[in-house]
């Protein structure tokens, strides 16, 4: 695929995940496991086609490669060990699984961890080295695993995985034990400072306003829109649709501390 058509694939693909996403409250059953799969993968798609775009096939497949193999190796680690997670098991309702793990699972951790780290690198730029790096991946990683304070709940609630043993437990968020969350904050910090040193940055001057900036370098339309929606779409969810208030308050909160300063940085460049 020539990178120069990249940025319109890139937005039918976000269109498209969002789209499917808003369809969840609407479906049951088996047409609620495919809509699911398929907006991770068009989701995930989306982020890889943007970092293809940001720094070319190369970034592009490292990105998958990176994310995607470091999240299935925690995964087969998690279903045999009980770490990081605790012990858990897939059904087989999320499609073709390899060594027991969903495929489309390490695609959900590639679908975030790009734009999460566009995230970190944007709120770091104004630091020198090592604290830019060191700032770019925890804020990256706080994105990364704050998401599954959504993601868990709504999962487990449509039955594709279960834990055994799920206490203790947030209050009012049955299900899932405390120390799923720990190991989330754990392999996405992890998989972040893997994709920060795999994939080089974009070269951008510090502050630099939209109008000053290199003509190289790509707006964050992409990973904005992405991480937009899945605040804002996850929390309004839990709230009005699936009646999980604990879990909208929970991952609203949590994700909001990062998400909301990235997309006022992202508005306040491109006036």
Do not use: K
């Amino acid at each position: 695929m020539p990178l120069r058509l990249a940025p319109a694939l890139a937005g039918a693909l976000t269109g498209a995940a969002v789209l499917t996403q808003v369809a969840h409250p609407l479906l049951r059953g088996r047409a609620l496991h495919r809509t699911t799969i398929g907006s991770v993968a068009a989701f995930s798609a989306a982020a890889v086609t943007d970092a293809a775009r940001r720094g070319g096939l190369r970034a592009g497949l490292a990105t998958l490669a990176v994310a995607g193999g470091l999240g299935l190796a925690a995964e087969v680690v998690g279903t045999r060990t009980g770490r990081p997670f605790g012990h858990y098991r897939y059904a087989r309702s999320l499609g073709p699984q390899v060594l027991g793990v969903p495929v489309v699972v390490p695609l959900a951790w590639t679908m975030l961890a790009q734009p999460a780290l566009q995230l970190g690198r944007r709120l770091a730029r104004d630091l020198e080295r090592p604290a830019r790096d060191v700032v770019a991946v925890g804020t990256a990683a706080w994105t990364l695993a704050s998401w599954d304070l959504f993601l868990d709940p709504q999962m487990t609630a449509e039955g594709h995985w279960a834990f055994e043993q799920p206490h203790p437990h947030l209050p009012g968020v049955p299900g899932i034990p405390l120390g799923n969350y720990a190991g989330w904050l754990l392999t996405a910090t992890l998989i972040c400072a893997a994709l920060h040193a795999a994939v080089p940055a974009e070269e951008v001057p510090p502050t630099a306003p939209a109008e000053a900036a290199p003509a190289e370098v790509v707006p964050a339309t992409v990973p904005a829109a992405l991480l937009g929606w899945t605040w804002a779409g996850s929390t309004l969810a839990n709230a009005v649709f699936f009646r999980r208030p604990h879990v909208a308050a929970y991952g609203g909160a949590a994700m909001g501390l990062t998400v909301l300063p990235y997309l006022r940085s992202v508005r306040r460049d491109a006036r």
